[in-house]
């Protein structure tokens, strides 16, 4: 037990069914503070459905989630992001008709104290008030949130401070990507889940995402990344943990899941094993 | 009638009617993922062929079902090539918007060729009773347990035999690998809206000569009543349609057993939203799914809005403002305070459906509980009417967002068949709370508009409240729009999966947009009431939420603006060109149609 009572996540058992298939089987896991670990496997192997348990979009049938010592299983996604978990999606979900800086805006919304008045039952009446007479108190909160959207959105250089006006659907894909971030960044996470940040991106835009995130990380966040780009979950990861078929199949540092043969397996499927890094880090 | 038995056989054979219509809806949906609104226009066209067949061609019983199934079926064929193909890579919004506009145009079809009076369907059957235990059947009950079954027999010999019904179940699994299969989804298509027409059409015939009457009401209660039973059977589910209908059948005359006729709909609506709020996947759905993670942005169309700068709309407004200073016919102020109390419904439901993304079918319920409590207000407890109007606007808000407030949790179409049953269970209550709303009777000699005790009597200061109140409304909501709520409602509306993964609690900020739009229609409601001296159960329907939602579309989704510019469109146009009133809902239909096929970011754009 000592060493999870640190340990910012911790899974016990983690288990979720779809009819006949186990999607998420079994699943241990304790991310300290501070830490990096990849979850990486081939496609259908439950990472997702696995982000999914930890921020409440889905119920596990068993097993459990603590976060910070607390015990989260089941709780509402919202909940989840007020105690300080934020995501990013595989597929991408940027809200499309929003502008860049209307998108990033709803990353801050946990953090909306004075439009949102902590008073129970009549607490939704008084931010509709609030939101329409807008004494000072909430505009300056608002022009505070602003400002540190363009800060945040200045961390990406000129990819997305020119286009803060403009509507997510009309940006490119990898911009798309960089949005879901900041929003994520704008929630002020205490623990982040990226699920595949760098799909769809080239080269360069996947080795800024990797920059990225590595300074996230030396700053001291808590990040749990899905990534299949086996060289940037090298760089970045403290530990990483191969998923396959709902289990996990492998967990430790970079090189030792590396030459495990069971994952050269997993990713190869059977009798192919000789060139599995190449082809895995393809 | 009085044996428990010829409840239950009244109730299977009901059942069996409402099956018809059921398995249809559920073969679209199962196929195209799209609850067909048009399914009981089609039931209608059934109903009113086979009036023709048997009444004017006098054609034997077995024609005349050939006949009907055919006529119907084409008609279904129709509707997915002309209404619905062209839609299939477009938003999710449209071909739903398309199936409301394809049911108001072909209802209103049949309205201006038979015209609306009820008509007679004879059933060509022998009026004999057998005794059946303690209970009697008649040869038409058993005709309808016949078709019923025969069709479910060969329903499922087509589906598990025939090469085309593998690749409709195939195609119900998962379109896009049916569609790499070689599967032709279009096809596919044809075959489903050609049975599900030709079922729908059938049915409406036997109901028809089952009642011996047919009138074009009947379109409206057999899109719900299929839409109930398959829903309550699990959205999609052939079987689950048929036992959701053969429940309904049942349920619905246990309740006239018990509580006598005028409940019967009131039955199947509270039903529906029973099982929506419980059960939302059906009565059979396999235990919980995987959540759907649908693309971003791709319920309504992306668009740029139209910016319209403040001082032309402020020259706007002073134009209309100064308008009965100058020498107009009270015609013209008389058309435009109805575009301004539409203009109010049109911006409650703009927010609603545009802003946050809830299709709304039932808006007209919020303008009826808002009329009703400002009449009863100031008639009963002789509060100034001034007052009573934003009494009638609070009633609606807190009222309205409680009674839609089960709907919340559902996406979509169920979005919209829950306001539509949640609208007509509205208006069942009025009609059966006689002690308050005065029953079927309705509410007369409602006072006057007036204004700190002064009566508004003349159109232009009618004219100028109304103007005066729709500005305000305006106003506020556009403020509403550039706070913190409005990209949290829009962002609701675009993904509400992101939306609560960042905290946004999907009941607060509904029930927040309910809770504003509701007050705008309720204040409409209000105003209306005042202005009619009369107003039954029947005074705010579901043309008007029609219209609404016609409006909205025109204006753009979400735009404020637009709204208004709608109103007075729909309104004033067909003052100008004189088209007689009972044309205009086919051209309110067409236009939806329209626009959700060459413009669904409306005039203005979405915001």
């Given amino acids: 037990m000592g060493e999870h009572l640190d340990s910012m996540l911790s899974l016990r058992g983690l288990t979720r069914r779809f009819g006949g298939l186990t999607a998420v089987d079994a699943i241990d896991l304790d991310l300290a503070k501070g830490e990096l670990i990849s979850i990486i496997g081939p496609n259908g192997a439950g990472k997702t459905t696995l982000f999914n348990l930890v921020t409440g979009l889905d119920r596990p049938d068993a097993g459990t989630v603590r976060f910070e010592g607390q015990d989260i299983t089941g709780l509402s996604p919202e909940r989840l992001a007020a105690e300080g978990i934020a995501r990013t999606f595989q597929l991408g979900r940027v809200f499309g008709n929003l502008s860049v800086m209307d998108n990033v805006l709803i990353g801050a919304h946990t953090r909306l104290r004075a439009v949102k008045p902590a008073v129970p039952v009549i607490g939704p009446l008084l931010e509709l008030g609030l939101a329409l007479l807008r004494p000072s108190s909430v505009k300056a909160e608002e022009e505070r949130l602003r400002e540190e959207v363009k800060a945040i959105l200045a961390r990406f250089g000129e990819r997305l401070l020119p286009r803060i006006d403009q509507p997510a659907y009309s940006l490119s894909y990898a911009n798309r990507r960089r949005v879901e971030i900041a929003r994520a960044l704008a929630l002020k996470p205490r623990l982040l889940l990226l699920d595949e940040p760098t799909a769809g991106m080239n080269p360069t835009e996947t080795a800024e995402m990797q920059a990225l995130v590595a300074e996230l990380k030396a700053k001291g966040l808590t990040i749990l990344l899905i990534e299949h780009k086996l060289e940037m979950v090298m760089r970045l990861s403290d530990r990483v943990i191969v998923m396959d078929e709902g289990k996990k199949i492998a967990e430790g540092r970079g090189e030792e899941v590396r030459s495990d043969p069971k994952v050269i397996e997993a990713y190869l499927g059977h009798g192919l094993t000789g060139t599995a890094e190449q082809e895995s880090a393809a | ?607």
């Fill in chain 2, 1 to 607: 009638m009085s044996s428990w038995l010829d409840y239950t056989i009244n109730g299977l054979i009901v059942g069996n009617v409402y099956a018809l219509v059921a398995v249809g809806l559920a073969l679209i949906f199962g196929v195209s993922r799209l609850i067909n609104f048009a399914q009981g226009s089609i039931y209608l066209v059934g109903a009113y062929i086979g009036w023709v067949a048997v009444v004017q061609l006098h054609t034997p019983l077995p024609l005349t079902i050939i006949v009907v199934a055919a006529a119907a079926a084409l008609v279904g064929l129709i509707i997915e090539r002309f209404g619905l193909r062209p839609l299939q890579n477009s938003v999710r919004i449209a071909p739903l918007l398309a199936t409301i506009g394809i049911s108001f145009v072909l209802d209103q079809l049949v309205m201006l060729t038979f015209s609306p009076n009820p008509r007679a369907l004879p059933s060509q059957l022998p009026d004999v009773r057998f005794q059946l235990g303690g209970g009697t059947i008649g040869p038409l009950d058993l005709l309808i347990a016949g078709v019923g079954i025969t069709s479910a027999l060969l329903l499922f010999v087509f589906l598990r035999y025939s090469k085309l019904g593998w690749a409709v179940r195939a195609a119900s699994q998962d379109r896009d690998a049916a569609m790499q299969m070689g599967v032709d989804v279009n096809r596919v298509n044809q075959a489903v809206f050609g049975i599900a027409a030709a079922l729908g059409g059938v049915s409406g015939m036997l109901v028809g000569m089952y009642y011996n009457q047919i009138d074009t009401a009947m379109s409206l209660q057999a899109t719900l009543k299929g839409v109930v039973a398959e829903v309550v059977g699990g959205a999609g589910n052939v079987p689950g349609a048929v036992i959701g209908s053969l429940l309904l059948g049942l349920v619905e005359s246990y309740g006239v057993a018990v509580f006598g006729t005028s409940y019967r709909n009131l039955f199947a609506f509270l039903l529906l939203v029973v099982v929506l709020v419980l059960r939302p996947n059906g009565l059979f759905a396999s235990a919980r799914q995987a959540p759907p993670e649908p693309l971003t942005g791709t319920f309504i169309a992306p668009s740029r809005p139209v910016r319209i700068p403040r001082w032309a709309l402020a020259v706007a407004a002073a134009g209309f403002a100064i308008l009965p200073l100058f020498p107009v016919s009270f015609y013209v102020l008389q058309t435009l305070i109805n575009a301004w109390l539409l203009g109010m419904l049109a911006l409650s439901l703009t927010l609603v459906a545009g802003t946050i993304g809830q299709v709304s079918l039932g808006h007209a319920a919020l303008l009826a509980i808002g009329a009703y409590t400002s009449a009863l207000l100031s008639l009963a407890l002789s509060v100034p009417v001034g007052l009573a109007v934003i009494g009638g606007g609070l009633m609606s808000a807190a009222l309205g967002t409680l009674l839609i407030s089960p709907s919340f949790r559902l996406r979509g179409h169920y979005v919209s068949i829950a306001t539509l049953a949640i609208g007509e269970i509205v208006s069942l209550v009025i009609l059966n709370w006689e002690s308050v709303t005065r029953g079927p009777i309705g509410i007369s000699g409602i006072p006057p508009l007036s204004l700190f005790g002064y009566d508004l009597i003349s159109p232009s200061s009618v004219y100028w409240f109304s103007l005066a109140v729709i500005v305000v409304l305006a106003l506020l909501q556009g403020r509403l729009l550039t706070s913190h709520l409005g990209r949290s409602f829009r962002a609701i509306r675009d993904d509400d999966i992101a939306a609560r993964a960042y905290g946004l609690s999907l009941n607060r900020y509904k029930s927040l947009a309910f809770i504003f739009g509701g007050f705008a229609a309720g204040v409409s409601g209000g105003i209306a009431a005042h202005l009619y001296s009369y107003i039954n159960h029947e005074t705010f329907n579901t043309q008007q939420s029609i219209l609404a939602l016609t409006v909205v579309i025109l204006g753009g989704l979400g735009n404020v603006v637009g709204a208004i510019v709608g109103s007075v469109a729909l309104v004033g146009l067909p003052e100008v060109f004189r088209i007689a009133a009972e044309y205009r809902i086919l051209i309110y239909g067409i236009v939806l149609l329209l626009l959700v096929r060459f413009r669904p970011q409306g005039l203005l754009g979405t915001i």
